[in-house]
């Protein structure tokens, strides 16, 4: 895999050309799970400006999943029996895992960032085991994930989930437990030993007690026991005082903003523009040459904090700007598993089934990504971490696998996919390279290296068609509307562009 150095130079000024194919494709991977030809060919020719603007308020107009029937079950809503209890808990776990990944398929910005969340804002379901909790958690990533940070900071610390993924269950004001204390600061807001002292950590984790009331019934609610506070001052980054939960959060919005706004600034453009965003320091003073990345996130991080830490402003400055659409922004990110399974679904359009959902599902744990399960607090570390020789043959023959399948339950849906990216030309022209190469320019994000990469693939489409076929004139001439095998042809076509490097790429 290439090591792609960030070289993009423009600035956050609005993108005002019209998009091509290109272009929209671009958006609609960074900002979803892509989109079908369809959709993305209506973007065609839209202002960026525009079409962003309808996104980010389809975002956030959304209401979240559905509650599930067993939203607020505790234990005592499962069956007595130990066996069965645990057959009800994995029935509802993959009914949940289906319906979040129908969301990531479904809802473009709002759950692309819910899932961005997640990883933000770590727990594990494997650590507290409460479904019900983990409902709530995911609701809270949704109502929150394009609202206000600070706002979601708040409500997130006091999600049944975290409050046991990271101890504060048991943080007794006799006792303080500094978990989340230290992760509030070095992985939520500000990043690790950035703004923050370990008497800090100290501080803060006695103001944070006293959720500690976990019920008599596993799974309940925890509540807030004032007997378990610790009601004495303490000094919580130079403000003291007799703070609690609440205070915390004021004063590390009012004594840090500059520095949370960076860090979660950071962290969109590695996300959404490049994973690279520390490019050669030219003034570690904060001055930079237009279109350098530390400039382009102190520029959003000032958004952030003029807008009180509203998220939509930020993204929307970012997803309508020249940096965003640059050439040196597209196809510099490795897909994260599911990016290469989802983005194929929503690319082909081809017909799919909760089976289908549920083996992706199980692809992406082999992969290292199981929903609802990152490896540890500090989430999956993306990127390149998801390229290694098992991961890589992992991908190689799980994508082919799921096209096998397709191939088989339907083949002329890859007829169809061809037709909707060659228009007349798949109608009546008889130049299988003609027909190839729209196919490969769509599901890659910038094509192939070179004419010699593209021959390779124009090979692997013609397949073992007798040349004379395409030449025209026969009483039977090749088209990709008419032939009767074209459909398997576009099927190995895709699967020798699955084992290609840019395949790995959005």
């Known amino acids: 895999m290439e090591y792609f150095v960030n ?7 609005p993108y005002n050309t019209p998009l091509d194919r290109t272009k929209a494709a671009h958006l609609y991977r960074r900002l979803g799970f892509s989109a079908s030809v369809e959709t993305i060919d209506q973007a065609v020719g839209q202002n960026a400006g525009t079409l962003v ?7 956030v107009a959304m209401p979240p999943s559905t509650a599930p029937a067993w939203a607020d079950w ?19 776990l993959e009914e949940w895992r289906l319906t979040y990944t129908n969301a990531l398929l479904d809802n473009n910005l709002r759950d692309r960032l819910s899932f961005f969340w997640s990883n933000h804002f770590v727990t594990e379901i494997d650590v507290y085991n409460c479904n019900s909790f983990l409902y709530h958690y995911i609701n809270c990533l949704q109502r929150n994930s394009l609202g206000n940070f600070r706002t979601f900071v708040s409500e997130i610390g006091l999600t049944d989930a975290m409050l046991y993924y990271l101890d504060g269950a048991y943080n007794n004001g006799n006792n303080p437990n500094e978990n989340y204390a230290r992760e509030l600061y070095e992985l939520f807001t500000l990043g690790e030993g950035n703004a923050y002292t370990e008497e800090d950590i100290i501080e803060t984790s006695k103001a944070l007690t006293g959720y500690v ?33 609440d205070d915390v959060i004021n004063i590390l919005f009012e004594q840090r903003a500059g520095s949370i706004a960076r860090f979660i600034c950071t962290k969109f453009y590695e996300f959404f523009v490049h994973p690279d965003s520390k490019r050669e320091e030219y003034n570690p003073g904060g ?17 952030f904090v003029a807008n009180n830490f509203e998220i939509a402003p930020v993204l929307s400055q970012l997803f309508k700007s020249q940096h965003f659409f640059d050439d040196e922004a597209i196809g510099v990110i490795i897909k994260s598993p599911y990016d290469m399974y989802l983005n194929t679904l929503k690319e082909t359009s081809f017909a799919y089934t909760d089976t289908t959902l549920s083996e992706i599902n199980n692809y992406t744990r082999l992969l290292g990504q199981e929903m609802f399960d990152p490896f540890d607090v500090a989430g999956w570390q993306r990127d390149r971490s998801w390229i290694n020789t098992n991961f890589i043959i ?9 096209l096998e399948t397709f191939y088989q339950n339907n ?13 007349n030309d798949g109608l009546t022209s008889n130049n299988p390279d003609v027909i190839a190469r729209p196919i490969i320019d769509f599901v890659l994000p910038k094509g192939l290296l070179d004419e010699g990469e593209y021959e390779k693939a124009f090979a692997a489409f013609r397949s073992d068609i007798d040349p004379t076929y395409y030449e025209g004139g026969n009483d039977e001439t090749w088209t990709l509307a008419t032939w009767m095998t074209a459909p398997f042809q576009v099927y190995l ?13 959005k």
């Not at 505790?74 to 509802?92: C, E, L, M, T």
Request: net charge negative.
């Open 287 to 303: 001055t930079y040459p237009p279109g350098h990345p530390q400039g382009i996130i102190n520029e959003l991080a000032d958004t």
């Open 394 to 402: 992992g991908r190689w023959l799980t994508i082919e696998t799921i």
């Open 7 to 13: 070289c993009n130079t423009s600035t956050l000024a």
């Open 411 to 423: 083949n002329e849906q890859f007829r169809a996919f061809g037709l909707s990216l060659t228009g």
């Open 74 to 92: 505790n234990n005592s809503n499962y069956p007595a029996d130990d066996d069965q209890a645990r057959q009800v808990r994995r029935a509802q």
């Open 53 to 59: 603007d309808n996104l980010v308020n389809q975002a």
């Open 493 to 505: 076509l895709l699967q020798y562009l699955a084992r290609q490097p840019e395949f790995q790429l």
């Open 213 to 245: 009331e976990r019920g008599e019934i596993g799974c309940s609610p925890v509540a807030f026991d004032a007997e378990n506070f610790d009601a004495g001052n303490k000094t919580i980054l130079g403000q003291t005082g007799n703070w609690g939960y």
